[in-house]
């Protein structure tokens, strides 16, 4: 008796529907936190990871947005 292996290696699309969806309130959490501590003044790289070594605001977010979705 043989047993057919079903492997997927494509996501379905409700683990895409829940990337996304995650992906974009992670970054809608964070933006707000940055742009004030942009206005602020404040060395707000240093408090997310992943973001250090951005020079741009949106590519600080972006990198520290995809650094928490590694660790969720």
């Known amino acids: 008796m043989t047993f057919a292996r079903r492997t997927t290696t494509a996501a379905t699309a409700d683990d895409r529907w829940s990337f996304s969806v995650t992906l974009v309130a992670a970054f809608l959490l964070l933006l707000p936190i940055v ?4 206005v602020l003044t404040l060395h707000w790289r240093s408090w997310l990871p992943g973001a250090e070594g951005e020079q741009s605001l949106i590519g600080g977010v972006k990198a ?3 650094t928490f979705l590694a660790l969720v």
């Open 35 to 38: 742009l004030i501590a942009q």
């Open 64 to 66: 520290s947005v995809y």
